[in-house]
């Protein structure tokens, strides 16, 4: 299972930060499919980013099963 809960994703800026995700949240069971639609611009590369762990949320958790993948190991 996959959970996401209140995801937020900023990058800092000169004047203030750009806010790219907020309160994101889903759940996505075992062999489910779920598609990211939406505008250029509107985060969905973004959010793909870091459900693979290829950046970190600012705030908010993702959960694969039990686990959070940015407190794992390299080798976990």
Do not use: C, W
């Amino acid at each position: 299972m996959l959970r996401v809960t209140d995801l937020k994703k900023e990058y800092p800026t000169r004047r203030d930060p750009l806010v790219v995700l907020s309160g994101v949240s889903l759940e996505l069971a075992t062999g489910e499919s779920l598609a990211i639609m939406g505008p250029s611009g509107s985060g969905k590369s973004t959010l793909l980013h870091i459900l693979g762990t290829l950046e970190r949320p600012t705030t908010g958790q993702v959960r694969l099963g039990e686990n959070n993948p940015f407190a794992l190991t390299d080798r976990e």
